[in-house]
DNA sequence: CTGTTAGCGCGTTCAA
DNA sequence: TTGAACGCGCTAACAG
């Protein structure tokens, strides 16, 4: 037997039933309201039919549609997928469908995207959002928003605390004897970035050591290699990256370089999303954004079902992951 | 001013431009049906009231939902990522809504993922299903399937043709006096697997090389460590693996066991996602799945507006790139 | 417990 | 060129 092209309807499951619309609607959504018996006959009559829901009329008249939107920067940038991984497989316990969205690292395609999302979502999870605060204040505004890695004061946020980790990774330089540093930046518009960039700056000052900063507004593994010139020159002997592929990008160009690391450069990356599979193995500040993903979108859940808008500010801090690329300081000349 | 919660619907703009809803309706859908000046009118009040037409709604009416659901394996699998980011951006550029779904290389999640998105897709790209070929002809005798690596008579698809790389891989490795090689599988209803182990199998017959197979269902970083031992214990030269991220693990064994690369053993991947990441840098073959996804959502909004179901079979061939893991092979003693 | 009656917001005949 | 009326498939009061 060959599928039907059109699917049946309510009515007709009805009709085949000897009932009305409605039971079979209730049936469906709140069985208990109906004799079992009542029941029984719908149900049989469905599945004779084949009749499913449709999700479309149903989310016309309720104004749920049980659909989820993800916006990320770039789905190919390796912090992302684990992440979108995780969040779908929760979203996936709810029943709820997920439209994904790469935003390209633009405020404005992001824009883009949420009003192309908006009429049939319930809610929004937005990674790492590029957006000024004023305008993710105005989405929320209109349906739940749930961010991730972005701290914007009365919309419920899951945050990786990177700033604990990048700390230790400093002090962890410290204790073998580094005194000059430099952190290669991460975009601009980067909540993480700031995040990062001043917990470098904040533990060097309490060290006593040097911090230069090196600006690189795209994170990837070219625009690694490109840096590392800059590092050379800046004459800091350990460099902290905004994340481990620009840090994976650095050691590739070293490497070319024949500069070896950690004897002559020590690296540390961010966020873990290599593991142990450079070579050199990178030191490396934690990864949390599989719980990040999970939180979040449990989060987002809760506040669909439960309609309390709660400010919630949830906190994921993270360590230092000590490998191969952070070593004892190359021995300098004294002034 | 704080934005509303509910829209603004059809009728309010209608009242507001001294309408009928029917002109609202047609000034978005059909605007050369109306003169220029109620066009005019009616776009003036939409954006003073901040009126979007209401998708769900107007799918309701037309059956036209204008969303694509995109199934994967694993979106943690660094293959699929670079693919579904062509296939977003493609598919923004036509307006489309992409629902993400992650199958966890499970027949029975997939089937699970397409019923739920059933409802609100006009059609379906489904990336190295694991499905049935029964299955993926049923799903497409409902609505527009398009199929990437996978090849099912009659559904429009687009392959990445590994075969022609590995066979240059073979030959690369025949050249470099291997006499002997393993292929290190991946998962079972893999098409993209059969279709690499058949070509290895070839080649090799063709130059007279011996072929160890060795299963491996799940393609990730550390089952590529874990088959290691057999590796060795099959006394081959030469490994060629399902995947990179395979390959990776198995790098990453081989390294900390002191086995050098490629003195002591040649390592090939497949699909080159890790480009010249890894350490020593990977021989691959080449990665067209940027191609293939950008391909693939073109085609199925091809077919979903000229509702013509071709039969298309699109090819893209790869080649071997040669880096680091490969060199001649180890003296052995002869019989 | 079950049927009846209204819409949800929009597209689309059919007339005018 | 425009308007009036109906229907898409389903849920939600309101009766009974």
Redesign the pocket.
Known sequence: MTPRR?RP???QVAEAA??????V??A??RPE???E??VRKIFAAAEELG?V??QT??A???GKHGNIALIVPDVANPFFPPLIRAAQSEADRSDYCVFLGNSDEKPMQEDKLIARFGGQVEGFLLVSSRLSDEQIVNHAARRPVVLINRDVEGIPRVLIDSATGVAEAVRHLASLGHRKLVYVAGPQGSWSNKQRRAAVRRSARQLGIEVVHIANEYPAFESGRRIVPSVLASGATAAIAFDDVTAQGMLAELLARGISVPEQLSVVGCDDVLGATTYPSLTSVSNRSVEAGRTALTLLVDILSNQAIRDVRYVLSTTVVIRSTTGAAVAMARP
């Open positions: 059109t309807t309510i009515n000897g009932v009305t619309k409605s039971s609607s209730r469906f959504t309201m109906l004799s018996e009542t009749y829901p449709n009329a149903r016309l008249s309720t």
